[in-house]
């Protein structure tokens, strides 16, 4: 027999590759549409409020005069739920009070104790604000790069600042800076080699942050010595929530974490849903909230997780279109109930059942959205690099009710008298139209 032409060996060889690609394409349509990336177990354990009215955990905290009101960390709260409920006075319209140019970038926001606010901006210089007349009180270079927020020891008159590099436009030789709320007198410094952009949390005597190396720390807020670390499976840049002596963080491994925070040994670990089906997994960039007895997390894979508090296990994960760099806002919104609020890169502002992750509402903002939501009161407010402007929603409808034009990645924090709005490289202070 003679041997088939070349035309024909290509000709099989084309069948047999479109055929192989069939099955392949078939094998990967099922495998993604059973995917348990794209699930909902709504009866894992789930703490729900005793009425659609109560708080979110932790418990509100007795209204503090203004003088003496602490933001103390990103987030606000030691669970990083991102709700501040005694902001009803300041409800939009909102007029500028003052505006602090900064001429960097500021990524992340400031924290806030008594009449300043303490921030650091992209260029690793770290400064002090008086809240009521946005003058500088004092500043302090400590490095080149930075990109976190900084958190308060109040106790100790310290503020916390990480810090990615003292001496490069890229990660490492970082460190955590303590200084003096006072003055930015430098205290101590705790040298981190991987650099850190993980804004940290204090809590009593200890200060909790990780590092570029997936190292997660815990040191003595007062000297900076190490009580412990904890070596995570990937670069831990989100910063950790802190809720009844456990820590929760996520990595870029593609794996969520609960550790003790007296001890740095593991309580659980859990792997998104991907790696069962031998997929690459995405990365966990976001810093996690905690309420209703769920950890909630973005994702760069595009979805929004869901794990059970106690035990890891995996409540649901619902996806977006594009990656999730955001961290989550929680909140118990009355008639409505627990929510999850947080944006995509693929231009959209989500709010989920915080219970089964269904999508209650969609806002095309249509920019990318990379930073991170606040609620104040019943608005819950957002930046998009797009437009390079902050929008505010209507928690119950997403129906828009507030825009400025000014801001790129995690906007608002407050006090009850004022809300301070962290734009490209301005800070403002926004106050209730008279």
Do not use: C
């Amino acid at each position: 027999m003679p041997s088939p032409s070349p035309r024909r060996w290509l000709r099989w060889g084309l069948v047999a590759v479109a055929v192989l690609l069939l099955v392949v394409g078939g094998a990967v349509a099922v495998l993604l549409a059973h995917s348990p990336g794209n699930v909902s177990h709504p009866n894992v354990e789930f703490t729900a409020p005793p009425t659609t009215a109560a708080a979110t955990a932790p418990p509100e905290r007795k209204p503090m005069a203004i003088d003496r009101f602490e933001w103390p960390r990103y987030g606000y709260d030691s669970a990083r739920s991102r709700y501040f409920r005694a902001g009803g006075r300041l409800h939009p319209p909102l007029r500028v009070g003052w505006t602090f140019e900064d001429y960097a970038l500021l990524e992340f926001p400031p924290v806030i104790y008594g009449k300043t606010l303490y921030m650091v901006d992209d260029d690793a210089s770290a400064k002090a604000i008086d809240k009521r007349t946005g003058h500088k009180l004092w500043e302090r270079k400590l490095g080149t790069l930075a990109a976190a927020s900084p958190a308060l020891g109040v106790k100790q008159g310290l503020v916390f600042i990480p810090i990615l590099s003292i001496s490069a436009h890229s990660p490492g030789n970082g460190e955590l800076a303590a200084l003096s709320t006072k003055n930015g007198h430098v205290v101590w410094t705790h040298k981190v080699p991987a650099g850190t952009e993980s804004s940290p949390i204090a809590y009593g005597d200890a200060v909790y942050f990780g590092d570029q190396s997936g190292a997660v720390y815990s040191v003595n807020a007062r000297t900076g010595h190490v009580n412990w670390v904890y070596h995570a499976s990937g670069a831990v840049k989100g910063g950790p929530a802190l809720v009844d002596g456990t820590l929760y963080f996520g990595d870029y491994a593609g794996r969520a974490y609960a550790v003790d925070a007296h001890t740095g040994r593991q309580v659980w670990a859990d792997s998104t849903s991907g790696t069962h089906f031998g997929f690459g997994s995405g990365n966990f960039y976001a810093t996690p909230a905690v309420a209703f007895g769920r950890v909630y997390m973005g994702n760069t894979d595009g979805r929004v997780y869901s794990f059970a508090q106690r035990t890891g296990e995996l409540a649901w994960a619902t996806a977006t279109s594009a990656y999730v760099y955001s961290s989550a806002a929680v909140a118990d919104v009355p008639g409505v109930g627990p929510t999850v609020y947080l944006g995509s890169y693929d231009g959209n502002f989500y709010a989920f059942d915080a219970r089964s992750g269904a999508i209650r509402w969609t806002h095309a903002a249509g920019g990318r959205i990379s930073g991170s939501p606040t609620i104040v009161g019943n608005v819950v407010y957002f930046s998009d690099l797009g437009s390079r402007s902050t929008s505010g929603l209507d928690l119950r409808t997403g129906r828009q009710v507030y825009s400025f034009p000014d801001g790129a990645f995690n906007p608002i924090v407050a006090d009850p008298g004022a809300m301070y709005l962290s734009g490209y490289s301005k800070l403002y202070q926004l106050l209730p139209k008279r």
